[in-house]
């Protein structure tokens, strides 16, 4: 019987009850925990205001309980900016897929990171477009199949995968730019670090903090959820690795 | 002043929070001015350029979203790449404001004055049922005036208000009165989000219904508030009309040029008046129905290729013909060419 004294886990309260529309195995479940977690620690859910994407996450809104907005595909930086903008004494936050912010909104995400919107981009790479069905990414890695490269991608024809956060990371506008996973639990709890350290990097307003989440999609890539675990570690963090890119200039 | 500055100022003066915006010709000096006038010392009025006129629309839907006064303009081209942003605008019901200083198409077309997006500001241009309220300015002080009424209608109606201007327009220089300054606003609409409170829902600005039952609902919402702007909002000028026995249609500032050959027409004895739509959705068809019952017949003169002559059209419902006369391409009909068309079209027709 759960007592106050043998209790281990709660659900944060900035998460709703609803249940959760992610497959199984899928990594979003773990971010979206972690960054509600996060917002409730720091007390800041009623001065939070999020930018859902369009894509697996456009529901986000469903499970943050805090005042949301819905962006066009790839527009959620933009929103972002004009939320940040009147409102700038409030904590902003998009939360993105690989194809909204990497493809349909580079120029969004590269401006307004250019521009060092205070805000922070919460980026889950899983190298497919999961809400469609298993479709090409811009962060594909070369030769993996999905439902357009189903040879695998050709980096002849269909380019290279996208490292949009090193990217990023070059821009001046762009203050801690990090990568993370939360496949593990040592994983989880430096992500959640990284969140944390993102949220409250922003009441500096000094620039963007951007924070990748390398992250599964075992509907998408065909695997069980343990067998997209093993492989996103033997595939994706060669070419993705974990760490962080650019650290606040007075922490290094 | 210059149309375009004028309407710039009045943005400051109507109490704006937030201008996003992208440079294009004719309606540069919009954000020009903007820029110079600072007027985030004035007002606390947020100025920005944006990396392009989709980012530019999107950050007017994301201050929107918080219950402010934002805006955005450009022309023709640039606003098709609005579109998408105006269309969840919509979806979402958020008040903004678009002005459209309109330039020739198709394409890149040219720089020059012209109609030819009516067609995309009333009956759509974005995806899905909706619509823009529409303010059809004719003068630059009609222009400045149309920034304040637009962002009430606006709020009153939760709907994006577009300002359909013309590179005449924004280009020539007029006197105007500019309005006094008028507070920003100073409420927290429940809409808006603005951070949750802990007694209430968070707030969710969306156009997203996953049911198609749903959506529907949305689709009926959206649909019972235009009848009510329909019933509310349209405005109109007449002039000459009491003894009209011909009809001059035309809007914006093709209207004023109309207006000339109406009294140019009246000098020869020819008893023709002109209706100048100032709304364009809501379209003032009921207006135009009226003098049908008058006249024997109308001509619709436009800078396009005949565009809102299809709501006239709509309106008179066949009881007199309705002809249509227009330039295009940036050129600009003279009261000449409209006279002779209104005698070869319409009286000798």
Known sequence: MITPENLVYEKTSVMTDRVLHYCPGCGHGTAHRILAEVIGELGIQGDTIGVAPVGCSVLAYYYFDVDMQEAAHGRAPAVATGIKRVL???????????????????????????????????????????????????????????????????????????????????????????????????????????????????????????????????????????????WMEENMFPFYPLGDIKVPPEKQ | MKGNEALAEAAIRAGADAYFGYPITPQSEVIEYLMRENPVDRTGMQVLQAESEIAAINMVYGAAGCGKRAMTSSSSPGISLKMEGLSYIAGAELPCLVVNVVRAGPGLGTIQPSQSDYFQAVKGGG?????????????????????????????????????LSDGIIGQMMEKVELFEQQPRLDVEFEWATLGKKPDKDS??????????????????????????????????????????????????????????????????????????????????????????????????VEMNAGQMVEDVRLAVNGKVPVKFYGRFGGMIPSPDEILEALEQKIIGG
């Open chain 1, 88 to 230: 700038p004494e409030k904590y902003v936050f998009t939360y993105q897929g690989d194809g909204d912010l990497a493809a349909i909104g580079t120029a969004e995400t590269i401006h307004a990171c250019n521009r060092g919107e205070s805000i922070l981009i919460v980026f889950i790479n899983n190298g497919i477009y999961g809400m469609t069905g298993g479709q090409m990414a811009p962060t594909t890695l070369a030769g993996m199949k999905s439902s357009t490269s189903p040879r695998g991608r050709d980096v002849a024809t269909m380019g290279n995968p996208l490292k949009i956060t090193e990217l990023v990371a070059q821009l001046p506008g762009t203050y801690f730019v990090t990568r993370q996973a939360v496949h593990a639990p040592a994983n989880v709890r430096k992500a959640k670090r990284a969140l944390k350290k993102a949220l409250e990097y922003q009441k500096l307003n000094k620039g963007t903090c951007f924070v990748e989440i390398v992250s599964n999609c075992p509907s998408g890539w065909k695997m069980t959820p343990v067998q997209s675990n093993k």
């Open chain 2, 127 to 163: 995806h899905g049922d909706y619509k823009l309220i529409v303010l059809a300015p004719a003068t630059v002080q009609e222009s400045v005036d149309y920034v304040r009424l637009g962002f009430e209608l606006a709020f009153k109606y939760r709907n994006p208000v577009m300002i």
């Open chain 2, 203 to 300: 707030v969710i600005v969306t156009s997203l219904q996953l049911q198609s039952e749903e959506q529907e609902k949305v689709n009926l919402r959206l649909q019972a508030k235009y009848r009510e702007v329909e019933k509310n909002e349209v405005r109109y000028e007449t002039y000459g009309c009491e003894d009209a026995e011909y009809l001059f249609a035309a809007y914006g500032s093709c209207a004023r040029i109309t207006r000339k050959a109406m009294e140019m027409a009246r000098a020869r004895g020819i008893k023709v008046g002109l209706l100048r739509p100032q709304t364009l959705y809501p379209f003032p068809a009921d207006a135009i129905n009226g003098l049908a019952d008058q006249v024997k017949g109308i001509l619709t």
